[in-house]
């Protein structure tokens, strides 16, 4: 099946892809990454306590009289509270994070403040209330602090381990297999002497693979394929037993050469292929067996740009995260640009000036257009010429890489 709209694309891997069932409880520390698989409510309040946000001086805001001058009795110092009711007319120091005595309602600023022995001169006298965060301000206890499907991120390490937790259960990690296909395909290191006519480095698995090591993955790459139909069938039904996913690029044009399209209908399922963007037209989504496969084209543009529409839809899926977000900023075309109406086009752009200069050529072979760009613009479809001025979507590499 062919599709139109990228949408359309990332609705069937959403509702065709599920996550892997396994669950497990992991440090902390080791779930950075990792997909939350359950709602996790706050088993504290936080702050626990009223507490101040400056080093300053506690006190009762109706005991401040004209002269405005309070008494020292003590101290309030982080993690060694005051200890009784303050006075009347009294004041306590109070340090960042200290708990508010009991009694007092408001601090002041250590710098508004001259001190005279045991006597307190506020110069300013702030407002009731004024510098004390309220316990239960960030989150009560119960609410839900972070809901399955998070991707966990270090800041929420940090909610977490406040709220006293120490583990998270976690979805496993994804195993992933990366093969590469072509007969003109070479590596420094595969022993046979510099390229011949006609061969080319290998730069696909190379880059999937540094694009997966921000995912919760084992990652094998797997020995190159040459374009042979029948090695093409006995690699990927083999690998199918193994991974969750298999991300293969190349052989899935129409060429007699194109071996992975076929190979894949004829062991499993294909759940489309083909959809109206470019670069990356001829993509796959497969499945054999319990293994999924995404087929991406070739040309090593097309590898980046599937996988940051695609690939990371599929990988979400698969690990249990919430759908990837796009980051999308609009923007000014510096350069006037044309393409075919029907297609959805996604072109490498640097942004200078506050506008998005496109790269001087649009191939998606042109690995120098990744390399020198900071991220994509959306040119939709329906659409065949954009002028200078024309403000459409940028995708930021840091948004659609991760
Ligand atoms: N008659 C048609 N021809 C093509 C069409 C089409 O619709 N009709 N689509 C074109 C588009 S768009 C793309 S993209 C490519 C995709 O083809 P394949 O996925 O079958 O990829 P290959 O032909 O195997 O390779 C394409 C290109 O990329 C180079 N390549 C492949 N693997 C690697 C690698 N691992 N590292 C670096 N470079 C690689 C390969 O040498 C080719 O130059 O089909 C168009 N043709
Ligand atoms: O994906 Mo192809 O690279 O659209 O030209």
């Given at each position: 099946m062919s599709i139109n709209h990228l949408s359309d694309a990332l609705a069937l891997i959403a509702a065709r892809v599920q996550p892997v069932a396994e669950i497990e409880r992991v440090r902390l520390t080791d779930a950075i990454g990792r997909a939350l698989a359950a709602d996790i409510p706050a088993a504290l309040t936080l702050p626990p306590f009223d507490n101040t946000g400056v080093d300053g001086w506690a006190f009762r805001h109706g005991d401040v009289g004209?002269?405005?001058?309070?008494?020292?009795?003590?101290e309030s110092a982080a993690g060694i509270p005051f200890t009784g009711t303050l006075p009347a007319g009294r004041t306590t120091r109070i340090s960042t994070g200290a708990v508010i005595p009991n009694g007092a309602?408001?601090?002041v600023m250590q710098e508004d403040c001259t001190r005279d022995g045991d006597i307190l001169v506020l110069n300013t006298v702030p407002k009731h209330g004024a510098n004390i965060r309220k316990s239960g301000e960030d989150i009560r206890a119960g609410d839900l602090a972070l809901g399955a499907g998070r991707r966990l991120a270090p800041q929420d390490l940090a909610l977490l381990l406040s709220l006293g937790e120490s583990h998270a259960p976690v979805r496993r990690k994804?195993?992933?297999?990366?093969?590469?296909?072509?007969?003109?395909?070479?590596?420094?290191?595969?022993?046979?002497?510099?390229p011949q006519e006609g061969q080319i480095f290998d730069s696909n698995r190379p880059m999937l693979a540094a694009l997966l090591q921000r995912w919760p993955v084992e990652a094998t790459t797997l020995p190159i394929l040459t374009d042979d139909r029948a090695a093409t069938e006995r690699a990927l039904l083999d690998a199918s037993k193994t991974f969750d996913l298999l991300l293969t690029t190349g052989g899935v044009s129409v060429g007699d050469h194109d071996h992975v399209r076929p190979s894949?209908?004829?062991?499993?399922?294909?759940?489309?292929?083909?959809?109206?963007?470019?670069?990356?037209?001829?993509?796959?989504?497969?499945r054999i067996g319990n293994a999924h496969i995404l087929g991406l084209p070739g040309n090593p543009v097309s590898v980046a740009v599937i996988f940051a529409l695609l690939g990371r839809a599929v990988l979400s899926a698969l690990a249990g995260f919430d759908a990837p977000r796009f980051v999308r900023i609009p923007v000014q075309l510096?350069?006037?640009?044309?393409?075919?109406a029907r297609l959805n086009e996604f072109v490498r752009a640097r942004i200078e000036d506050g506008r998005?200069?496109?790269y001087r050529a649009q191939g998606s072979n042109l690995l120098t257009s990744?390399?020198?760009?900071?991220?994509?613009?959306?040119?939709?479809?329906?659409?065949?010429s954009f002028a200078p001025g024309d403000v459409v979507d940028f995708l930021p590499f840091g948004g659609i890489f991760d």
């Open positions: 004209p002269d405005a001058k309070l008494q020292i009795v003590g309602d408001t601090v994804l195993r992933v297999g990366i093969i590469s296909t072509g007969t003109e395909l070479r590596t420094l290191d595969d022993g046979k002497g510099p894949v209908e004829t062991l499993g399922e294909i759940l489309f292929w083909r959809i109206a963007i470019r670069p990356g037209r001829p993509v796959l989504l497969g510096a350069n006037a640009h044309t393409k075919p998005a200069t496109l990744l390399a020198w760009s900071d991220g994509l613009c959306d040119l939709p479809a329906g659409r065949d």
